[in-house]
Nanobody
Framework: VQLVESGGGLVQAGGSLRLSCVVS????????MGWYRQAPGKQRELVASSTGTGGRTNYLDSVKGRFTISRDNAKNTVYLQMNSLKPEDTAVYYC???????????????WGQGTQVTVSS
């Protein structure tokens, strides 16, 4: 099982980026998918998450109204649309998913390799 992220890059303040994360491999179901970020010298923090097929969402306060998480369950993909980016959004962004990988109803957490987002002022 792999989580592969894409879409990071360098953007000016006020710009937009869209991150994508695809889950590949043999899985039975996905419970929660989310995005975390880690800036230099700081702890990793949850940016946004989406739980269940209904897609109940949760956001870090500082990104509410600017970032939108969405899922395409048919493609095992989660997206993070980031608008009105600020220099303080600069970080490595990691995809995270709780996956059922066997027929037993237990979920394990998997991480992507991270993608750099840099916002210049």
């Amino acid at each position: 099982v792999q989580l592969v992220e894409s879409g990071g890059g360098l953007v000016q303040a006020g710009g937009s980026l869209r991150l994508s994360c695809v889950v590949s491999g043999s899985i039975f179901s996905i419970k929660t998918m989310g995005w975390y970020r880690q800036a230099p010298g700081k702890q990793r923090e949850l940016v946004a998450s989406s739980t269940g097929t209904g897609g109940r969402t949760n956001y870090l306060d500082s990104v509410k109204g600017r970032f939108t998480i969405s899922r395409d369950n048919a493609k095992n993909t989660v997206y993070l649309q980031m608008n009105s980016l600020k220099p303080e959004d600069t970080a490595v962004y990691y995809c995270n998913a709780d996956l059922q990988v066997t027929r037993y109803p237990r979920y394990f957490t998997y991480w992507g390799q991270g993608t750099q987002v840099t916002v210049s002022s």
